[in-house]
């Protein structure tokens, strides 16, 4: 896959994941949208990205609100921008039992993990396959392989994600466009400020690790792919060999709460 001189959109780019999407591709010769909702944070990390010769464009967006996504692409359309990869980044989870959870907080979990990423998919597709070309890289978990209490609204947004993407990849299939879902494990990010530590499970992958699965898969034509070999056995095979009972009770203790 061809990145150079293509404009690349990625949210969430400000921090983790997401901006080391946004070096990797400026690398690679892409222009850049950069959303998220830090203005201060975006405009760090498209300065850098300038003094190294990079075309960026900064959108400072909260897209966890209902209708974010129609106006990310009504922002995108009135600069005049064509986006040729879509990175959906954005997302966040949180931890604890669902008893005590603060439902509004949840509605906005679903919006940005769930609605945002179908809407931008959505809105931005079309135009990908008009030109015969193109990249949508949704990120998914490896929350998305099995239930996970304590944090599950979380996995099951992700779950959903996994679904969605898998089936817009055999959609797209002989339109230039490549579709791919990205399931990494725990990682290295601010995501766990939101979540909080004990939702950390097992030894944690780098962001840089992850974006490097992602960017050699999207270059091949797999619907998803999980960041590293011990997460891609217990993902793809463990879960599935492993009593239901015990996958869930696993899940939970893994991401048990401290207290």
Request: glycine share 10%.
């Amino acid at each position: 896959m061809n990145i150079a001189a293509k404009t690349a959109l990625i949210t969430g780019a400000s921090t983790g994941i997401g901006s080391v999407f946004a070096r990797r591709l400026a690398a690679e010769g892409a222009r850049l949208i950069l959303v998220a909702r830090s203005q201060d944070k975006l405009d760090a990390l498209a300065g850098e990205l300038r003094g190294q010769g990079t075309e960026v464009t900064v959108l400072a967006m909260d897209l966890s609100l209902p209708d974010s996504a129609k106006e990310l692409q009504l922002a995108t359309d009135a600069l005049g921008l064509k986006v040729d990869i879509l990175v959906n980044n954005a997302g966040f989870g949180t931890h604890g039992h669902v008893l005590h959870a603060d439902a509004d907080r949840y509605a906005e979990q679903i919006q940005l993990n769930c609605s945002t990423l179908v809407g931008t998919s959505t809105r931005y597709l079309p135009g990908m396959v008009e030109r015969g070309a193109g990249a949508i890289i949704n990120i998914a978990s490896t929350a998305a392989f099995q239930p996970i209490p304590h944090m599950a609204v979380y996995g099951a947004t992700k779950a959903f994600v996994l679904s969605f993407t898998q089936a817009l990849w055999a959609e797209t299939q002989g339109t230039g466009v490549k579709v791919l879902a990205v399931c990494p494990g725990a990682t290295d990010t601010p995501f766990f400020e939101i979540a909080g530590e004990s939702a950390a499970a097992g030894n944690m992958r780098t962001p840089e690790q992850v974006v490097d699965t992602a960017l050699s898969a999207i270059r091949g034509n797999k619907p998803s792919v999980v960041d590293g070999r011990l997460n891609s056995f217990v993902a793809r095979v463990a879960v599935k060999l492993l009593p239901e009972k015990l996958v869930i009770a696993v899940a939970g203790r893994a991401v048990r709460p401290a207290n």
